[in-house]
């Protein structure tokens, strides 16, 4: 399956591919695109369009597009996907949904892969999985802890 995005990816544009390829679609293929493409090339590559004005699977009031995904592939049953949703909607948006404090090191750390030279969005995807990957692995260990909204709570 192809999914298409605006380029110049950062928070949700990274972590919307992860959450894919992880939960949904092992094989996916992303396109990144200039904003005002996004449609016609979505249309003649047949590929599903996220994190665009419009989108079934973009921001929706505070929800961001990896809420969207998250509640149309029923994966809100895994906890540690739950935390980590709420992180990832604080760093992209203005974290007052959840006031998650995880999320302003995230967009830390996306807006640091931003200038460190990598040469387009694939090579970003790729380097910056593992933080998901590590993120995850926070989250669950979160959960496992009987901690589901995170680890630096009062």
């Known amino acids: 399956m192809k999914w298409i995005t605006r380029e110049r990816v950062k928070v949700d544009r990274v972590a919307c591919p992860w959450l894919i390829r992880k939960f949904v679609d092992a094989k996916a293929e992303f396109l990144f ?77 996306a807006e640091g892969f931003r200038h460190v030279g990598l040469r387009d969005d694939h090579a970003m995807l790729a380097a910056e999985f593992p933080v998901y990957d590590a993120l995850y692995a926070y989250c669950q260990e979160m959960v496992k802890r009987g901690k589901p909204d995170g680890a630096y709570r009062a």
């Open 33 to 109: 695109v200039p904003v005002d493409k996004v449609a016609e090339v979505a249309k003649n590559e047949g590929a599903t369009s996220y994190d665009c004005k419009g989108d079934e699977l973009g921001h929706h009031g505070k929800e961001c597009s990896f809420d969207a995904i998250v509640k149309k592939y029923g994966l809100a049953n895994d906890p540690a996907l739950v935390l980590l949703a709420k992180i990832v909607n604080g760093a992209d948006t203005d974290n007052s949904l959840w006031n998650q404090p995880e999320s302003a090191g995230l967009n830390a750390l």
